[in-house]
């Protein structure tokens, strides 16, 4: 079984849509991230959530809005699409926070907006 | 400003030794981690440094140096299915991991 999983791998879509990438992860963990990876493939975090609280928004445009309905599911929904939001999102998990727990990553949804 | 530097691009041959080097400038330090991503895949845990010196774990082993704000990835008896990029990552005193770009090393028969 999957550790961490997202859905879907690809998405392709237009200028000014609104989407959303679904995160689940299996392992029992009590946080879960959402990273950015653009062409320079820095990483760099959006968002985590810790027992459905978020702990840490770094900067992100409020058209990005993570969603957790339970702590083994943390969803990115991203209004009016841009063309700089184009990249590769990352979901990940680890056991705690403030602590320095492995971050365990799903496979990535690589996001083209036309 | 929080600072992870580490090469953009290596080139080494099969079966050989590669060094990967890390240097880093947070603001606190909670731990470096190393992780190996394929392309077009995720980031996998490698190692874990928190406290000064080498750990080993099979053909791969990290040292780390809090003082210098050093750290190296060492990869010994090199295979082609290491080529991959590097990540470095140092979790800060909130916590937050810090992400250097990545080295991706090519592996040459």
């Known amino acids: 079984d999957t550790a961490v999983s997202q859905t879907p791998k690809y998405l392709v879509t237009q200028m000014g849509n609104d989407k959303s990438i679904k995160c689940e992860q299996n392992l029992g963990h009590d946080t879960m991230y959402w990273y950015k990876q653009d062409s320079k493939k820095f990483l760099k975090i959006m968002f985590s959530?810790?027992?459905?609280?978020?702990?840490i928004n770094e900067t992100v445009p409020n058209r990005f809005s993570p969603k957790s309905p339970d702590k083994a599911h943390l969803n990115l929904h991203i209004n009016s699409l841009e063309l700089g939001d184009s990249a590769v999102y990352f979901c990940a998990s680890s056991q705690g926070a403030g602590e320095a727990d492995t971050q365990y990553f799903g496979p990535g949804t690589r996001l083209t907006v036309l | 400003g929080q600072n992870i530097d580490q090469p953009t691009e290596m080139t080494a041959t099969e079966g050989a030794i590669v060094q990967i080097n890390c240097t880093y400038q947070?603001?606190?330090?909670?731990?470096l981690f190393w992780y190996q991503q394929h392309a077009g895949e995720a980031p996998t845990f490698l190692s874990y440094n928190v406290l000064d010196g080498l750990e080993e774990k099979g053909r791969f082993s990290s040292f780390l140096s809090r003082s210098k704000g050093y750290s190296y990835l060492l990869l010994k008896e090199l295979q082609m299915k290491d080529s991959a990029s590097y990540l470095c990552?140092?979790?800060?005193?909130?916590?937050?991991?810090?992400w250097g770009a990545g080295t991706k090393l090519i592996i040459k028969p």
């Open positions: 947070t603001s606190g330090f909670n731990g």
């Open positions: 990552a140092v979790m800060d005193s909130n916590y937050q991991l810090i």
């Open positions: 959530y810790n027992n459905k609280e978020l702990i």
